[in-house]
């Protein structure tokens, strides 16, 4: 476990606990705010996001790309669904009690509706909370 392994290090050092960090063979949770310093040793991520992990292949600008990528889809579906499902029971409000034929078509996207619930619905993006500390100023330090 490394916590912010370049904090206190020069440049050199840096680049020195990079290059042996490249050929190191085992399993490695860095945590750090160096993005060039994770886009130089990472070859895979493992995010953690609500109680799951999710596995990445590549360093780590390789994962921000993924993940916005599969982020962007996912909003695309939700929003695809939503759409859906709105001009679904739409339909079934407007023609449920009417003539047969309709009542046959709003019956038939009803039983639509029914399945789409059924097979799970794509879960909507949350933006992810973010903490914001504000320390009041204790004055001169003598």
């Given at each position: 476990?490394?916590d912010e392994?370049?904090?206190?290090?020069?440049?050199?050092?840096?680049?020195?606990?990079?290059?042996?960090?490249?050929?190191?063979?085992?399993?490695?949770?860095?945590?750090?705010?160096?993005?060039?310093?994770?886009?130089?040793i990472?070859?895979?991520?493992?995010h953690?996001?609500?109680?799951?992990?999710?596995y990445?292949?590549?360093?780590?600008?390789?994962?921000?790309?993924?993940r916005?990528?599969?982020?962007?889809?996912?909003?695309?579906?939700?929003?695809?669904?939503?759409?859906?499902?709105?001009?679904?029971k739409?339909?079934?409000?407007?023609?449920?009690?009417?003539?047969?034929?309709?009542?046959?078509?709003?019956?038939?996207?009803?039983?639509?509706?029914?399945?789409?619930?059924?097979?799970?619905?794509?879960?909507?993006?949350?933006?992810?909370?973010?903490?914001?500390?504000?320390?009041?100023?204790?004055?001169?330090?003598?």
């Amino acid at each position: 476990l490394l916590d912010e392994p370049t904090n206190h290090l020069d440049l050199d050092a840096c680049v020195w606990l990079e290059e042996e960090l490249k050929t190191y063979k085992r399993i490695l949770v860095v945590i750090s705010h160096s993005q060039d310093f994770l886009n130089g040793i990472c070859t895979n991520i493992i995010h953690v996001n609500k109680n799951r992990l999710k596995y990445y292949t590549g360093n780590y600008d390789a994962f921000v790309k993924t993940r916005l990528e599969l982020l962007e889809n996912q909003m695309k579906q939700y929003n695809w669904e939503q759409d859906q499902i709105s001009h679904m029971k739409n339909y079934i409000a407007r023609f449920g009690h009417g003539s047969a034929k309709l009542a046959r078509q709003a019956q038939s996207k009803e039983k639509t509706l029914a399945k789409m619930v059924a097979q799970g619905l794509t879960e909507k993006i949350e933006n992810e909370k973010t903490v914001t500390f504000y320390f009041p100023s204790c004055g001169k330090i003598p």
